[in-house]
């Protein structure tokens, strides 16, 4: 009987003084932003039009789940190139798996108070952006082989011919 109770106290303190998604995850979720080519310009705007960053890829940062209590928040990434049309990326976040973890372990004050004011009840749906900006190749539709003299080639192009053997 005595087994029955300590089991039935931890349970309730667990219950009681526990977040499960805070405790086992994050509020804050890493952001990698590539592209091709680099030094592409990024802006990263919130779900109020706040610019939380700004700068060049490739990048690494961290961005919040949570906006306010109860509301997860969402991104807009705007990514500028020279030649190429703003491109707009929006970025969202979605529930966390280990928020329903309070079912067994937070009870009401972790599914309630704790993980919805951290914010750590979100996640951001992906951890990763990639984006081309590569000009497609002239005169795809006149696919043709020409033969220059080697005499006559840009130096610029002279680094990207192969030998054959």
């Not at 509020?27 to 080519?37: E, K, R």
């Not at 049309?85 to 009870?107: A, K």
């Amino acid at each position: 009987m005595k087994i029955l109770i300590k089991y039935f106290l931890v349970a309730v303190l667990c219950s009681v003084l526990s977040g499960c998604a805070s405790i086992v995850s994050n509020s804050s979720w890493p952001l990698f932003v590539v592209t091709n080519p680099e030094g592409v310009k990024i802006e990263i705007s919130n779900r109020n039009g706040l610019v939380v960053y700004s700068g060049v890829t490739p990048t690494l940062l961290t961005l919040k789940s949570g906006s306010t209590f109860f509301v997860k928040e969402s991104y807009r990434v705007k990514m500028s190139f020279d030649g190429f049309e703003d491109r707009i990326i929006p970025l969202e976040c979605t529930l966390n798996g280990w928020y329903l973890g309070n079912i067994l372990i937070g009870g009401l004050v972790g599914i309630l108070i704790v993980d919805p004011a951290t914010g750590a009840m979100y996640k951001l749906e992906r951890g990763y952006i990639f984006e081309s900006f590569e000009k497609p190749m002239a005169n795809l539709q006149d696919p043709s082989l020409k033969i220059l003299d080697i005499n006559k080639i840009p130096e610029e192009m002279k680094k990207n011919l192969v030998a054959l053997k």
